[in-house]
């Protein structure tokens, strides 16, 4: 198998893994930020850089590896274990978002709930 395709087959399967995550967490995380921007605008800016670090951090990860070997049965471990890394880099993506979020829901401040 060509190293070339080697290399493209695991940015490829990284890419999707991640746009297909951010596609899922978009709404959720949208109406989040919604709430603690203020401003449809400022929200949708967050959400946008979200999802661009959410996919480019993984991909650098995968622009990192290079295919050592050329029996299939080692190309498929590389690629196997090089997309454990990638996938690791878009957890790290997602904590360090989940993070950011979670500490401003924390201290943005609150309007007084109204007991009936």
Do not use: H
């Not at 990284?14 to 967490?25: D, K, M, P, Q």
Request: proline letters at 4%; a neutral charge.
């Amino acid at each position: 198998m060509n190293t070339i395709l080697i290399f493209l087959a695991q940015i490829a399967v990284t890419v999707i893994a991640c746009l297909l995550i951010a596609g899922y967490i978009r709404p959720f995380l949208k109406r989040v930020l919604v709430d603690l921007c203020g401003t449809e605008e400022r929200a949708q800016f967050w959400t946008a850089f979200s999802n661009i670090m959410l996919v480019i951090l993984p991909t650098i990860f995968g622009l990192g590896f290079a295919p050592e070997t050329l029996t299939f049965e080692a190309s498929f471990f590389e690629v196997v274990n090089q997309i454990k890394w990638n996938l690791l880099g878009l957890v790290m993506s997602l904590l360090a978002i989940g993070a950011v979020v979670s500490f401003f829901a924390l201290v943005a401040p609150r309007s007084p709930q109204v007991k009936a």
